[in-house]
């Protein structure tokens, strides 16, 4: 029999493997909660700094273009742009935030003696019992081992959200897509018409930006467009990779 300073010792040197998404030297007690918990994968704080940046950046943008151009109905666009932003926002942040352990692993106590083994899965196959969280799971049930939970209707673990796609959250997760989708072709529109405007009066257009800001700038929405139709590609394929599945 061990004594008990050795086995506390043996427990704490259960550690689980090391990812860019996994404090280090974290135990088998340590689980990430929801996406933003210290510490972040690389592509999540890409994700959060892109969405600063080129959200913010955009509506501003074409907010002064839209102005230049003087016409009451693209300003409605504009507006319906930036309510679909907050929407896709407040999504992203509750798809994040929201909780997909399963229950039955959140009512058990973990097992601090537990090992990883490279290539032997957590979940028992034939017993379908959890080494680590305890409980048995459900079918769609899955061990992450980047969150180091049972993930309930486990679908995917997002590098870009920081967190795992399951049951809890899937549904704000395709919603998300789809609200991000609606306003990158509304941006799109808008670039398209802020070039067409540039190109019928350049003259024009650039003193009504100038006006605007009381800085000599250059149309952009050009290069805005082009960039804006690279993100519309993505988030169609990302949308129709997850219709597929």
């Known amino acids: 029999m061990p004594a008990a300073s ?4 043996l427990v704490a040197e259960r550690r689980i493997p090391e990812a860019s998404s996994v404090p280090a030297g974290a135990t088998v ?13 690389p592509l999540f704080a890409l994700h959060c700094a892109a969405t600063v940046m080129l959200a913010g950046g955009f509506t501003l943008a074409l907010a002064l273009h839209v102005h230049a151009d003087g016409s009451r109905a693209w300003a409605m666009v504009l507006g319906g742009e930036v309510l679909l932003l907050a929407v896709a926002l407040a999504l992203d942040a ?44 459900k079918i769609g049930t899955r061990h992450c081992k980047l969150c180091n939970k049972c993930v309930a209707g ?8 920081n967190t795992c796609v399951a049951a809890a959250n899937y549904h704000l997760f395709m ?21 067409a405007c540039a ?19 250059l149309p952009t929405g050009p290069l805005a467009a082009i960039t804006v139709t690279g993100f519309l590609l993505g988030l169609v394929l990302l949308l129709a990779f997850h219709v597929h599945l």
């Open 199 to 217: 190109a019928s009066d350049l003259p024009r257009f650039r003193h009504a930006l100038w006006s605007a800001i009381g800085a000599e700038v």
């Open 29 to 41: 007690f340590w689980a990430r909660r929801h996406g933003f918990q210290w510490p972040w994968d």
């Open 94 to 137: 509750a798809v994040i935030l929201r909780n997909v352990e399963a229950r039955e692993a959140q009512a058990q106590a973990r097992n601090g003696a537990y090992e990883f083994r490279r290539g032997v899965a957590v979940i028992d196959v034939v017993s379908s019992e959890c080494g680590m969280c305890c409980m048995r799971a």
């Open 154 to 161: 486990y679908d995917h673990h997002c590098r870009w959200l």
């Open 6 to 9: 050795d086995t506390s010792t």
């Open 175 to 195: 919603a998300f897509v789809v609200c991000a989708l609606l306003y990158t072709l509304l941006a799109l529109a808008c670039c398209l018409r802020a070039a």
